[in-house]
């Protein structure tokens, strides 16, 4: 399986962004998604999760209530939705799959990783 995260860019603080995951080789339909994301210097962090049929959702403590993941049921593509955007939401995004329909927010979990997409908010 291969993971593309896409949809990240500049923006001022206060504003939104949807962030994209898409699969190729391989359909994502039973398997739980989540975004991570990694600011300079810091470690990976886990942002929000989603399972096979998007019925099931975890979030960070630091994005609920501004963040919102979706999919459709069985479906491969999945996104974030970000509003209210910070400063400190700065960092490159990362979409990974789960073996299973995991919502775990351990990195662990997730075997299946993108090449992240950098999200900048400015104030």
């Known amino acids: 399986v291969q993971l593309q995260a896409s949809g990240g860019g500049l923006v001022q603080a206060g504003g939104s962004l949807r962030l994209t995951c898409t699969a190729s080789r391989r359909p994502l339909s039973n398997n739980g998604v989540g975004w991570f994301r990694q600011a300079p210097g810091k470690e990976r962090e886990f942002v929000a999760s989603?399972?096979?049929?998007?019925?099931?959702?975890t979030y960070a403590d630091s994005v609920k209530g501004r963040f919102t993941i979706s999919r459709e049921r069985g479906q491969s593509t999945v996104y974030l939705q970000m509003d209210s955007l910070k400063p400190e939401d700065t960092a490159v995004y990362y979409c990974a799959a789960g073996r299973g329909s995991t919502t775990s927010t351990r990195i662990e979990a997730y075997i299946y990783w993108g090449q992240g997409t950098q999200v900048t908010v400015s104030s």
């Open positions: 989603i399972n096979w049929s998007g019925g099931s959702t």
